[in-house]
């Protein structure tokens, strides 16, 4: 049997020590965002593999990548392996090298913003030494841990209670592309609580795959005492009878 000669991602996971990048060289990313843009806008239709979503990860995570052969430096670039926000707008980043080539480290220049979502993207543009293309070009997910008190929609019709400075994140699935969308109802009671974030978390499909239900995500900073709910309500804000879902939860600060 002929044995296959292919560049493949074999994993993609953190290393908090970099155990990978003795004698490594660090590579700044060259292309600039808009340059970027306009060389990926066609990535989607590519045969992307996914991986597993990562949740909460520190601001400022490096992410190790694996290959099954020496990784050519000039194909390093934010629109060969590259990360887009929320907004999906191109993270500047910075690569570093392992010393045999295989491994490379991707990390933020400044760090990521709590609470917020990322996609990794790993794309064929990343050739070998040998000038071969990546096999499978690969995603991943992942979100931004933040020092909170975390609330998704298991807490509907709960009560929860809080210490005065502290921030909730609230995070409820939305239907974003049917036009839904949640309103504070009624309004968020501002004596007690200051919505520091507003954030859409997209839905965790391929780049390929339009639509699907996202997440809704709201941090929350307790800033004075008492008792008072938090309601609100899922709907498309021009419908008054399309409610889709509503979430309640009851919260005490001291």
């Known amino acids: 049997m002929r044995k296959l000669n292919k560049l493949i991602l074999t994993t993609l996971s953190y290393t908090a020590c970099l155990l990978f990048v003795l004698c490594s060289k660090t590579l700044a ?27 909460d990860v520190s601001v400022n995570k490096a992410w190790s990548i694996e290959f099954t052969k020496p990784i050519s430096k000039e194909s390093l670039s934010n629109y060969s392996i590259y990360v887009k926000d929320d907004k999906y707008n191109i993270v500047d980043t910075n690569f570093q090298q392992s010393e045999d080539g295989q ?6 220049t400044s ?21 071969q293309s990546l096999y ?56 007690m609580f200051k919505i520091i974030d507003d954030i859409f978390i997209a839905p965790d499909v391929p780049p390929n795959v339009i639509g699907g239900v996202g997440k809704r995500r709201w941090l929350i900073q307790a800033i004075g005492t008492g008792s008072t709910s938090i309601n609100l309500e899922e709907s498309r804000p021009w419908d008054s009878k399309s409610t889709l879902s509503n979430f309640n939860l009851t919260v005490t600060v001291k």
Do not use: C
Request: net charge negative.
């Open 111 to 131: 760090n990521y913003f709590p609470g917020h979502s990322y996609s990794l993207y790993v794309t064929n543009r990343v050739k070998s030494t040998s000038n």
């Open 29 to 55: 990313s060259e292309a600039t965002s808009s340059d970027a843009l306009s060389i990926i806008q066609d990535d989607p239709i590519l045969n992307w593999t996914k991986l597993p979503t990562k949740e």
């Open 103 to 108: 491994t490379i480290n991707i990390f933020p």
């Open 136 to 191: 499978n070009p690969a995603y991943m997910n992942f979100t931004i841990n933040v020092d909170a008190i975390k609330v998704d929609n298991t807490y509907n019709n709960q009560n929860i209670k809080l210490k005065k400075g502290d921030i909730l994140e609230l995070t409820l699935p939305e239907n974003y592309d049917g036009g839904y969308s949640w309103q504070f109802k009624p309004s968020l009671d501002n004596g």
